[in-house]
């Protein structure tokens, strides 16, 4: 279930998508259909372009983060535990990678020692495994400790889960954390466009079980208003891979649900 999972997010992905149709345009070129190959893979030219874009981009995150909003450490409600997940930075992998090394989302890590350090709560669980193919790679949860360890978090305040894969994952296996830790609130950290499928996850996952489940948003990407007036229309790397984040949290809150009809 997750090999079938993380290969249909690969092929519903932009790139793939694009990757895929151009197999087709040479398809119906070598067949003989030239003007409908051609015409097809301009459309699939305009399409990457147009979700390449930071214009597009934003305009897909910023729904998603704007759910809940990230607010500063010394703001966030009162709560018995953090819950921290991964997908924000890499494990070491001596001698290649002596450290750890910092992902898009580790802010992630930098919010959770924040919201500990302002007392909002007394422990951090740590929730993240290592993705298949990682062999030999320091387990992603033992890196994140590492960088709260560094950040100032006391070893005794951190609790780890490492074998989780997913965001399904982290929250079946969160629960065991959350009961040995006793917290009948818990703050939940992760990216603010990954938040809405998060917490959705983990409430029902914790379903039933008294544990209520606050999020706690950051890493924010959308901000409309300073994107550049020429360059929001002009495609780069960093744009396509925020539509692509984002239209993968769409598709799981679709699948989500679907699970709940």
Known sequence: ??????????????????LVLWVLVLVLVWRGYRRLGLAV???VV??????????????????????FPAVLADQAPQADAIVLLGGALSGARPPERPSFDLGAGADRVWHAAALFKAGRASVVLVSGGNQPGADGMQVEAEAMRSMLLTLGVPPAAI????????????????LGLIRAAGAKRVLLVTSAMHMPRALRTFEAALGGSG???LPASTDVEALPNSLHPL???????DSLGM??????????????????L
């Open 41 to 43: 893979g301009l459309l």
């Open 1 to 18: 279930m997750f090999e079938l999972a993380k290969v249909t997010g690969w092929l519903l992905s932009p790139l793939a998508l694009a």
């Open 211 to 213: 544990v209520a489940v």
């Open 46 to 67: 305009l399409g990457l372009w147009t979700v390449a874009t930071p214009l597009v981009a934003t305009g897909l995150a910023y729904p998603l983060e704007r759910r």
């Open 231 to 237: 360059g929001r229309w002009l495609p780069d790397a």
């Open 243 to 260: 539509s692509t984040a984002a239209l993968k949290e769409y598709l799981g809150l679709a699948v989500l649900g679907l699970r709940d």
């Open 159 to 174: 609790r780890l889960e490492g074998v989780s894969r997913n965001t399904a994952e982290n929250a079946q296996q969160s």
